[in-house]
């Protein structure tokens, strides 16, 4: 997350300007992470809008609210 922050890391977030999480989960496992990220892929944008809202309605920067 740093790296995104800070611009560190190439790729999509460094060419779209992508610097802040508004969405998190918790898993027990990386393969858990990996599986559920894959899932969210496949949704729609609505659906992804509405995910998000649901537990960040005003797209807050969560940055600074998750302990490594």
């Known amino acids: 997350m740093w790296e995104h922050k800070e611009k560190v890391a190439g790729g999509f977030t460094a060419r779209y300007g992508v610097d ?18 894959k899932q969210l892929k496949k949704w729609n944008r609505a659906w ?8 960040n309605p005003r797209w807050r920067d969560l940055y600074n609210d998750v302990s490594v």
């Open 20 to 37: 802040r999480l508004v969405y998190y989960e918790l898993h027990g496992s990386a393969e858990a992470a990996i599986e559920c990220e």
């Open 48 to 55: 992804k809008i509405r995910l998000i809202e649901k537990q």
